[in-house]
């Protein structure tokens, strides 16, 4: 564990749920990334921010190794280099669908080549080459997606740490499991690790928050809100190993013809993030489309529970970004600060729903960028 050095700046770091690198980029996966990027441009200009993207957490997860083993004893001759992200997902579309069970022993050479020798397949590597580009053209600053899975704590360090603030109960010894124990904060006990020795996605993802999280003033978690039984636990065991703060941010899914579905099932046909830029780039400006793209995911999206994605709509919004462009003046510094810490609420970060919804507010005056004050929030 790292000591925190005094700083007259908080110290803030970013802690998303990381995408698993095993199909295309969905627009939920794109809606994440974004509010992830107003979220660290935003409350940059308040404080220190870093962002720790959990690579050991997308590669190491039984989900991205159990399709590399179903990869290389199903398809070992492809060339993955030559593969879309489309072609790629439908593989991972067969995967479940076959859904054989593969033994721990299977899996534990992927996971060691992830773990000591920071390994990738090539079919995820393929797929990170090709989210880049795609935040790329949204103007996300790229978190950390093709990173190598290194820093972290070992297992047995985490362990270790976690037993000294009575976080654990550990059956191991008996022939049963390890648990995740925040039992006395009210929360229910958690399996990490199976009899068998497999750990689950929150070893990994606190692994790697423990080697840096006593670095920080605050962190802040962003996840989905099917994970947020995980994650308030998550927020328990940071704030009783640490001296920092700890927030979490809950970003929706985008519910498509109605329904929130998993990518395994293969409903983002037609809906990628890929698709959706294709369309949306032959008929508006770079600048307009980031910006529209912020105003209805970020913002209307999450607001609205009751209306699936849809791309007239979003049209609209890329429109009303365009004219936002052409009429607001320049943002001073100053007015800017005030403007972000009113949006803080109080909080060592700026929220990127309350941000960007004061964006488009009618009602009362809000601060707009224009092509010459963008860097603050795109």
Not at 197 to 214: P, Q
Not at 235 to 257: D, F, G
Not at 336 to 350: D, K, M, S
Request: hydrophobic share 40%; aromatic share 8%.
């Amino acid at each position: 564990m790292h000591a925190r050095t005094n700083q007259t700046t908080p110290r803030v770091l970013l802690a998303p749920i990381p995408v698993t690198p095993t199909k295309p980029l969905t627009l939920s996966h794109a809606k994440g990334m974004l509010a992830l990027d107003v979220i660290s441009k935003t409350t940059g200009q308040l404080a220190q921010v870093h962002c720790l993207y959990s690579n050991l957490t997308a590669l190491a997860s039984e989900q991205t190794i159990g399709f590399w083993e179903y990869l290389d004893r199903k398809y070992g001759s492809i060339d993955f280099s030559r593969c879309s992200e489309d072609d790629i997902g439908e593989l991972y579309v067969h995967y479940h669908a076959e859904a054989t069970p593969v033994s721990h022993d299977s899996l534990t050479p992927y996971l060691n080549a992830v773990d000591c020798a920071k390994w990738i397949h090539p079919s995820s590597a393929r797929l990170n080459t090709i989210w880049a580009s795609h935040l790329s053209s949204l103007g996300v600053r790229d978190p950390g997606i093709s990173r190598p899975a290194t820093g972290a704590v070992s297992t047995n360090e985490l362990l270790d740490c976690l037993s000294k603030h009575d976080l654990i109960l550990d059956l191991r010894p008996s022939g049963g499991a390890l648990y995740l124990d925040a039992t006395s904060d009210g929360a229910p006990l958690r399996q990490v690790i199976s009899p068998e020795g497999r750990s689950n996605y929150l070893v990994y993802f606190l692994r790697d928050l423990a080697s840096h999280v006593n670095e920080y003033d605050h962190v802040v978690l962003l996840h989905d809100p099917e994970l947020t039984q995980d994650f308030l636990l998550v927020q328990i065991i940071l704030e009783r190993i640490s001296h920092a703060t700890v927030s979490r941010v809950v970003t929706k899914r985008v519910p498509i013809n109605g329904a929130v579905s998993s990518a395994r099932h293969g409903q983002w046909h037609g809906y990628t993030t890929s698709k959706l830029i294709s369309k949306l780039q032959e008929r508006n400006e770079p600048l307009s489309l980031r910006l529209g793209m912020r105003l209805y995911l970020v913002a209307i999206i999450e607001s609205d529970r009751d209306r699936s994605f849809s791309i007239e709509r979003l049209q609209r919004f890329i429109e009303r970004a365009d004219r936002l462009f052409c009429s607001a003046p320049a943002v001073p510094v100053s007015s800017l600060q005030t403007f972000l810490l009113r949006c803080a609420r109080r909080r060592p970060y700026v929220d990127p729903y309350i941000v960007t919804s004061c964006l488009l507010s009618n009602t009362r005056p809000a601060l707009t960028p224009n092509a010459e004050s963008l860097e603050w929030y795109m």
